[in-house]
């Protein structure tokens, strides 16, 4: 199976900054998407960002403009760059890669163990 580690999380105050990190133990050159996710406690598992192998990125609305998702192949890693942090991003972020299994429309789905992010007032 895929292994995905995750790093970089950490307790910062309002208007700060984090890069998370997530090291896969594949290779992550080939047709792939890979994402960030984020749970507050009490509350369901939420897309953050994802990067597509062609370099395509989908942002959650309450992220856009202050985050940004990016991978490096070379080193299957993909990182999230949060700027502007508020109380409100506070939640476990989870590293996610998604790709096709070799049947149709039929998907691998891993995840990794998580990271906490807070931010205080």
């Known amino acids: 199976q895929v292994q995905l580690v995750e790093s970089g999380g950490g307790l910062v105050q309002a208007g700060g900054s984090l890069r998370l990190s997530c090291a896969a133990s594949?290779?992550?050159?080939?047709?792939?998407?890979m994402g960030w996710y984020r749970q507050a406690p009490g509350k369901q598992r939420d897309l953050v960002a994802t990067?597509?192998?062609?370099?395509?990125?989908d942002y959650a609305d309450s992220v856009k403009g202050r985050f940004a998702i990016f991978r490096d192949n070379g080193k299957n890693t993909v990182s999230l760059q949060m700027n502007s942090l508020q109380p409100e991003d506070t939640a476990i972020y989870y590293c996610?890669?998604?790709?096709?299994?070799?049947?149709?429309?039929?998907?691998?789905?891993?995840w990794g163990q998580g990271t906490q992010v807070t931010v205080s007032s």
């Open positions: 996610n890669v998604k790709f096709p299994s070799g049947t149709f429309n039929t998907f691998f789905n891993y």
């Open positions: 594949v290779s992550i050159s080939g047709l792939n998407t």
């Open positions: 990067i597509t192998s062609g370099g395509v990125t």
